[in-house]
């Protein structure tokens, strides 16, 4: 079955009901796509847990080197990492309890849709969060 959208109303309340997000591939690199749009969605209000096997600290936060080592529970799973990478992402999103996977934009694995889907996640692929949020929440959560 191809992916559909979830409605603008549905991503709106997904963000809305949604306080922390773990960001799979958040690199420490200012210049980088993954920052930059992290430390939007820090400054609108969200915590961002750095998923990052490779730092310590990222926006002054304690990186972990996966989704199973975050010690809290997560709203939303997005995802910075290439298509191929995703279905193991997934499932581990499924396994920690997360609400929603969040594939960025230009991400699109039909697999990792499905695995998160079969599990009961929201899935939203082919989307950047803070481009949504800007959209949807231009004034900040309610």
Do not use: F, W
């Given at each position: 079955m191809a992916y559909v959208h979830p409605s603008r109303e549905e991503i709106k309340r997904i963000l809305e009901e949604s306080g922390t997000i773990a960001v799979v591939g958040?690199?420490?690199?200012?210049s980088k796509t993954s920052h930059m749009v992290s430390e939007a969605m820090q400054r609108k209000g969200y915590r961002i847990i750095p998923v990052n096997p490779n730092a310590?600290?990222?926006l002054g936060e304690k990186a972990y080197?996966?989704?199973k080592d975050i010690p809290e529970?997560?709203?939303i799973v997005n995802v910075f990492r290439?298509?191929?990478h995703t279905p193991p992402?997934?499932?581990e999103a499924a396994e920690i309890g997360a609400k929603t996977l969040w594939l960025q934009l230009g991400i699109l694995n039909e697999e990792a849709g499905a695995i998160a889907a079969?599990?009961?996640l929201n899935v939203i692929m082919d989307r950047c969060i803070k481009v949504e949020d800007s959209i949807l929440l231009p004034n900040g959560k309610s």
């Open positions: 958040l690199s420490d690199d200012p310590t600290m990222i080197a996966s989704l529970p997560v709203d290439r298509p191929e992402i997934a499932r079969d599990s009961g």
